[in-house]
Nanobody, 115 residues
Framework: QVQLVESGGGLVQSGGSLRLSCVAS????????MGWYRQAPGKQRELVAV???????NYPNSVKGRFTISRDNAKNTVYLQMNSLKPEDTAVYYC?????????WGQGTQVIVSS
């Protein structure tokens, strides 16, 4: 059974930082492509960051230079370091694993950025 468990969300002031973590189980973590997505109220879920099994990363322009995704294969964990947070970053953040052609999702963690 695949499980992705996120943590690290919370309330932060504009300009602040948060680090999200996602621990995966039930997969061979080192070969999975891992990603972070977010969904704000009334909006579609969107990609925030992705990291391949080889460590290649990709970000949309909206977070490039502010967010950093990383992975620790020894801990089956992917991180999202979020700096210079803005109110428009407010959303539920979801961990994603693309593993053997299947998508798996965590339950989400809320991030609220106050102005």
């Amino acid at each position: 059974q695949v499980q992705l468990v996120e943590s690290g969300g919370g309330l932060v002031q504009s300009g602040g930082s948060l680090r999200l973590s996602c621990v995966a189980s039930g997969i061979i973590f080192s070969i999975a492509q891992m990603g972070w997505y977010r969904q704000a109220p009334g909006k579609q879920r969107e990609l925030v960051a992705v990291i391949t099994s080889g460590g290649t990363t990709n970000y949309p322009n909206s977070v490039k230079g502010r967010f950093t995704i990383s992975r620790d294969n020894a801990k089956n964990t992917v991180y999202l370091q979020m700096n210079s947070l803005k109110p428009e970053d407010t959303a539920v953040y979801y961990c994603n694993a693309l593993y053997r052609r299947h998508d798996y999702w965590g339950q989400g963690t809320q991030v609220i950025v106050s102005s």
